[in-house]
């Protein structure tokens, strides 16, 4: 799959979070998705999202370029969560919200780096996810 999320938490006790449970079924929804052909080329958006705790925050707000691997042509963008996302009813709109960001902001880094990648294909996936998850919950 090119299009991959995970997340790193500073602590266990957020592992039952409203945030984590958005984005394990996020995950799941796009997994679904794998054997579409957006989902079997290069390169590889790895969106990591940090979640805060008592101890550790991302020193940053919003979205940021983590790194680029250029051998395995990953990009990773990492995601600072709000506090007030982790327990909020609405973690999986901010999941998904945050994935079309990261699309958006992949897109542009490949351009400059003249790089072909799918936006639009990838926007259309995340958007198939959210509209599914829609029709689960009406």
Same mark, same amino acid.
């Given at each position: 799959m090119?299009?991959h999320?995970?997340?790193?938490i500073?602590?266990?006790?957020?592992?039952e =979070?409203?945030l984590?449970?958005a &984005?394990?079924?996020v995950a799941?929804e796009?997994a679904?998705?794998r054997d579409r052909? #957006?989902q079997?080329?290069?390169?590889?958006l790895?969106i #990591?999202f940090?979640?805060? =705790?008592?101890q550790?925050?991302?020193d940053?707000a919003g979205?940021?370029? %983590?790194? +680029? @691997?250029?051998?395995?042509q990953?990009l990773? &963008?990492?995601?600072a969560v709000p506090?007030?996302? #982790?327990?909020s009813?609405?973690a999986?709109?901010?999941v998904?919200?945050?994935?079309?960001?990261?699309? @958006?902001?992949?897109?542009e880094?490949f351009r400059?780096q %003249?790089?072909? +990648?799918d936006?639009?294909? %990838?926007?259309?996936?995340?958007?198939?996810?959210?509209t599914?998850?829609?029709?689960v919950?009406n």
């Amino acid at each position: 799959m090119t299009l991959h999320i995970g997340y790193m938490i500073p602590d266990r006790s957020l592992d039952e =979070s409203e945030l984590i449970k958005a &984005i394990t079924k996020v995950a799941t929804e796009l997994a679904g998705f794998r054997d579409r052909l #957006v989902q079997q080329r290069t390169p590889v958006l790895d969106i #990591v999202f940090l979640l805060p =705790s008592r101890q550790e925050k991302a020193d940053f707000a919003g979205l940021r370029l %983590h790194s +680029f @691997d250029s051998v395995g042509q990953i990009l990773r &963008i990492e995601s600072a969560v709000p506090e007030k996302m #982790v327990a909020s009813i609405h973690a999986e709109r901010f999941v998904i919200a945050i994935l079309l960001d990261a699309i @958006d902001a992949a897109g542009e880094f490949f351009r400059e780096q %003249h790089i072909l +990648f799918d936006v639009s294909g %990838h926007l259309a996936l995340v958007e198939l996810a959210a509209t599914k998850e829609q029709h689960v919950i009406n």
